[in-house]
């Protein structure tokens, strides 16, 4: 009789372990499911952040190469109306300064690639004759620096990212003095998973 009551409590007692046993691997699966979640909303928010500080340094650089030109240069002249260029859509114009009469985009195009180790940033644009050009600048881990102009695009590099960006110069604007100019920069993420805007401006 003894021996029998012994005997069903060993195996109510195992049963009780098993039960136990799957009830801590239900709560660790869910934990591991939440910490998985966890880290792909940090692995998003870490691309979306690397997106957003490079088209803030990208606009930050057009701005920059706009500000050197002077008030004369065709790319930056407001010839008809009040505003040049566009941010809405990709807008190009036949600008007239004195004699001379030149085609003027107010967009393009950054590429951008670590292959090989370099840090390689290529824009599009025309040359004089109006053909299509592509200058890529390539940094190297020793600080070097190279340039170099083609008519074609670079060969498409698996961790490429492109970015498209637009300028709007407006003349004038209201509540700013007679005489100066307003350039609005507006870069956007053009291949990534998550679309990723930027835009600044600076007076003149």
């Known amino acids: 009789m003894e021996t029998s009551k012994s005997l069903r409590k060993k195996r109510g007692a195992s ?11 239900s709560i660790l699966a869910v934990g591991l499911l939440g910490v998985a979640a966890l880290l792909a909303q940090l ?48 807008q190009s114009a036949s600008v007239t300064v004195g004699p001379v009469t030149t085609n003027v985009d107010y967009f393009d195009k950054v590429q951008i690639s670590s292959g090989d180790g370099n840090m390689a940033e290529t824009v599009n644009g025309v040359d004089a004759s109006g053909n299509p050009i592509y200058i890529t600048t ?10 170099t102009t083609a008519n074609n695009p670079p060969a498409p590099a698996a961790d490429m990212i492109i970015f498209g960006r637009r300028w709007l110069i407006e003349q004038d604007p209201a509540g700013l003095p007679t005489g100066t100019r307003r350039i609005t920069v ?19």
């Open 138 to 147: 390539a940094h190297a881990p020793d600080g070097t620096v190279t340039t």
């Open 43 to 90: 692995s998003g928010n870490s691309a979306t952040s690397r997106y957003m500080s490079t088209e803030a340094l990208l606009a930050s650089e057009k701005l920059d190469d706009l500000n050197r030109l002077p008030a004369s240069d065709p790319a930056i002249a407001v010839t008809n109306g009040t505003t040049a260029g566009s941010l809405a859509a990709d």
């Open 15 to 25: 049963g009780f372990a098993l039960i136990e046993t799957m009830i801590a691997i």
């Open 186 to 204: 507006w870069v956007s993420l053009q291949n990534g998973v998550k679309p990723s805007t930027f835009q600044t401006s600076m007076v003149r």
